[in-house]
């Protein structure tokens, strides 16, 4: 048994690597105001587990990649109730790109969706 659950830890695992950045762009651009990791991660626990499965400290990195490519703008501002805060906001690029991301994972959803029911 030991050994299947590795199997799945696993398999979750490669299978967040991709959806993270495609529900954070989601999230983002799905918000009137800019957000920061905290809320961000709130907002995803709310709508489901699955995506972070309690793993707060992930989102961060993805943030940074996001950024670096150009897809969330982000602009740093002190808080009253403690550290300075980092408002991510998607920028136009990141909007395009999430349009692609989005007909990606619905092709790649519906293809894997027709092999697990046999309709192939």
């Given at each position: 048994m030991d050994d299947n659950v590795s199997h799945l830890k696993k398999f979750q695992k490669e299978l967040s690597a991709g959806t993270v950045s495609l529900v954070l762009l989601a999230v983002l651009s799905q918000s009137r105001q800019p957000m920061y990791g905290y809320q961000i991660a709130k907002?995803?626990?709310d709508m489901g587990e699955g995506v972070l499965a309690g793993k707060q400290s992930a989102l961060y990195p993805v943030l940074r990649n996001l950024e670096g490519a150009g897809l969330l703008a982000s602009q740093?501002?002190?808080s009253i109730s403690g550290p300075p805060r980092r408002y991510y906001r998607v920028t136009k690029q990141g909007r395009d790109?999430?349009?692609d991301w989005v007909d990606a994972w619905n092709d790649t959803r519906d293809s894997v969706?027709?092999?697990l029911q046999g309709g192939v």
């Open positions: 907002r995803l626990e740093v501002e002190p790109v999430l349009r969706d027709a092999v």
